[in-house]
């Protein structure tokens, strides 16, 4: 179904509305469930997110600290292919690079098979 600024349809708007309100059920659950054993806040989700909301000058540091963290970088790298669960067992620098190399060919690859069949 494509997007409702597409088609003008009523039905495609109706699609999104209900995924929205899924998708905030679904973080109000999680919001509600999610116990981080890690970190201890010692305050609700709800007040660390309205503490952000009413001061958006410190979520941005907080943003920019955590996007400019060399070691947070390189687990996020890491991460996205995977680091075997519980294991905590990496792969080989290379590996990841090989895998990023297949992932983002790949892409283009489809994309040309798309061109070509239009």
């Known amino acids: 179904m494509e997007p409702f600024f597409f088609t003008k349809s009523h039905k495609s708007l109706i699609a999104g509305g209900v995924a929205a309100i899924l998708v905030v059920l ?9 116990v981080d054993h890690r970190f ?12 952000y909301l009413a001061n958006p000058s410190s979520f941005v540091r907080v943003l920019i600290a955590t996007l400019t963290s060399a070691d947070l ?20 620098d290379d ?3 090989w895998l990023y190399a297949l992932f983002f060919s790949g892409g283009d ?3 040309l098979i798309q061109k070509n069949r239009g």
């Open 26 to 34: 679904w973080l109000a659950v999680a919001f509600k469930s999610t």
């Open 73 to 92: 970088a390189r687990f996020y790298v890491q991460s996205f292919f995977g680091i075997l669960g519980w294991l905590d067992a990496r792969f080989p």
């Open 109 to 111: 690859f489809f994309h």
């Open 40 to 51: 201890a806040a010692g305050l609700p989700v709800s007040r660390i997110l309205f503490y």
């Open 95 to 97: 590996i990841y690079t």
